[in-house]
């Protein structure tokens, strides 16, 4: 177990060799003083102190369903859009001594994090604008509500169809139907008289001696 916590180990630093070759600034964008310690760098390339780093808001982790959901992103937009997005991969729930390797995280992988900072911005890149993100959410909200109307008047409708079957059904298995005619008329052409049933429009016809 030893020796699979060690090679994952590995593999999670080899996949995030490509961003050791940054260099760390020398001042914290927050507070403008040294930045000595920090975590957010370490993990996300995100120059802030660990004086200033803010776990609640800006710099919480934010697992990928979320950020899809909360910002209208993809796979796509999180794992191959360059810039490349700087992930977390947390230890295996089900096995503390088990690290995910970074470069085998697959794209609906729940141990994936980011910090809800720079997922902000990956936003922004597509969407262009605050207002821009909000109209395409409203625009979608609106979207998901017509379907969901359309999909509620459909069941309606095959309800009441089936409602109707069912009632025909029930018809057919009571006694006979007994006609009630209205007014009696005379075709001089034909000399006959006609009765129509008032209910089920039965024109009875006849001839009068």
């Known amino acids: ?10 593999s999670c630093l080899g996949a995030d060799a490509k961003f050791a070759s940054q260099e760390i600034p020398d001042n ?7 930045m000595f310690d920090s975590w957010l760098w370490e993990r996300y390339n995100h120059p802030v102190c660990d004086g200033c780093r803010d776990d609640l808001g800006e710099h ?3 697992p990928r369903t979320e950020a899809k959901a909360n910002y209208l992103l993809k796979d796509c937009d999180l794992d191959i859009r360059e810039p490349p997005l700087r992930f977390w991969a947390k230890k295996n729930p089900h096995n503390p001594r088990y690290v995910t390797p970074l470069r085998f995280v697959s794209f609906a992988s729940e141990p994936w994090q980011a ?21 395409e959410k409203k625009l979608r909200s609106t979207q998901k509500e017509v379907r969901a109307e359309r999909n509620f008047e459909k069941k309606v409708k095959e309800m009441r169809q089936h409602i109707r079957g069912l009632s025909g ?5 009571d006694k006979a139907h ?5 007014e009696e008329e005379y075709n001089e052409d034909k000399d006959e008289y006609s009765k129509k049933c008032i209910e089920c429009d039965y024109v009875l016809t006849y001839e009068k001696m």
């Open 1 to 10: 177990m030893w020796n699979n916590s060690f090679r994952c180990e590995n």
């Open 28 to 34: 914290c964008i927050k507070c403008n003083k040294p």
């Open 60 to 62: 919480k982790l934010i």
């Open 115 to 135: 910090i809800d900072i720079q997922v902000v911005a990956r936003m922004l890149e597509i969407y262009g604008s605050w207002e821009e993100f909000e109209a």
């Open 169 to 173: 059904v029930k018809i057919r298995q």
């Open 178 to 182: 007994e006609h009630i005619y209205g």
